[in-house]
């Protein structure tokens, strides 16, 4: 079975620029969360959606936003890009909202 | 709040020796607690949990943990390490909320593996 997929692997963004950043879940897990890793730092938790709808969030500024589809793939976006904002985004999915996370391989940004 | 502390950014041991990577919780409720590896370039890997059963729990490529609630600590241990170990290590708490629940990382110990 396919585990969690993420795409792009890598971009490379400039200052000021929007990024769009796709995550599938695992078949039959109906929960998404995205996680920021700043490079040498433990990832942080940006967004959890369940059934479509967010669940909870993270300390991120309104910058950031997701959604979920109705396949439960979710998409996070990222507004007027700044250096900082240079990460590994990691994708999670799980059965339900409390359920045990599966991890993406990520998508690297760098932005310039 | 709850909260994770890694002791040690870096650990560096020979291979076959033991390796020790520590971590400390904070919490105000009986804590889920994880730990997980990262190769380079990749996502995380789940090595092990604890949720609240056996205090010592046995985790993938011989990784254990013991859970001692009087020391709030969550060591990760492997008698004998590879040079395949080396990589970074994540202990990680989850908390729940209303509607689900995330993890907490620690800021993570890198191990390196001398030949």
């Known amino acids: 079975d396919a585990g969690v997929t993420q795409s792009p692997t890598h971009l490379i963004k400039t200052r000021g620029q929007q990024v769009t950043l796709r995550c599938s879940p695992i078949s039959g897990h109906k929960s998404v969360s995205w996680y920021q890793q700043v490079l040498g730092q433990g990832p942080q938790f940006i967004f959890q959606y369940y059934e479509k709808e967010e669940r909870g969030r993270g300390n991120f500024p309104d910058r950031f936003s997701a959604r979920q589809f109705p396949n439960y793939s979710s998409e996070l976006n990222v507004n007027a890009l700044l250096l900082g904002d240079s990460a590994l985004y990691l994708c999670?999915?799980?059965?339900?909202?409390?359920?045990?996370?599966?991890f993406g391989e990520g998508s690297r940004l760098t932005v310039l | 709040a709850q909260s994770v502390t890694q002791l040690g950014s870096h650990v560096s041991v020979s291979e076959g020796a033991l390796v020790l990577l520590r971590c400390n919780y904070s919490?105000?409720?009986?804590?889920?607690l994880f730990w997980y590896v990262q190769y380079p370039n990749q996502g995380l890997q789940l090595l092990l949990k604890?949720?609240?059963?056996?205090?010592l729990v046995k985790g993938i490529n011989g990784f254990e943990a013991e859970f001692k609630k009087s020391e709030t600590s969550f060591h990760l241990t492997k008698p004998s390490a590879h040079m395949s170990d080396a990589a970074e290590y994540f202990c990680a708490v989850r908390v729940f909320y209303n509607q689900g629940g995330k993890l907490i990382f620690g800021q993570g110990t890198e191990l390196s593996v001398k030949p």
């Open positions: 604890y949720t609240s059963a056996a205090t």
């Open positions: 999670a999915s799980s059965t339900g909202q409390r359920g045990e996370l599966f």
């Open positions: 919490s105000s409720v009986p804590p889920y």
